[in-house]
């Protein structure tokens, strides 16, 4: 059974930096793609990062958040910096794996920012 292991939420100041990371447990699984989505309260999943198997990626918010995608140790960091009240999401890890037909998502990890 393959599961996404967050770790990295919490409680940061306006300005703040938090890093976030999801892991692979279990198998077996191919990535198509992988990163981070998240939902603020009454609103639809947002992309944030998605790293995909051709080695490309798709960051809406490059330039504050770093994005990193192991596909050896198949791991995504999102490293989030110059934080804003706005960044107030649950994060959410994704893999879309594509070869055996499946989707899996996090159970999420809640990040709070302080103005």
């Known amino acids: 059974q393959v599961q996404l292991v967050e770790s990295g939420g919490g409680l940061v100041q306006s300005g703040g930096s938090l890093t976030l990371i999801c892991s692979v447990s279990?198998?077996?699984?191919?990535?198509?793609?992988m990163g981070w989505y998240r939902q603020r309260p009454g609103e639809q999943y947002e992309s944030v990062a998605v790293?995909?198997?051709?080695?490309s990626t798709v960051e809406s918010l490059k330039g504050r958040f770093n994005f990193f995608f192991d596909n050896v140790k198949n791991t995504v960091t999102l490293q989030m910096n110059n934080m804003k009240p706005e960044d107030s999401a649950t994060y959410l890890c994704?893999?879309?794996?594509?070869?055996?037909?499946?989707?899996?998502w996090g159970k999420g990890t809640l990040v709070t920012v302080r103005s």
């Open positions: 279990g198998g077996p699984f191919t990535v198509y793609a």
């Open positions: 790293a995909f198997s051709d080695g």
């Open positions: 994704h893999l879309d794996d594509r070869d055996y037909g499946r989707v899996y």
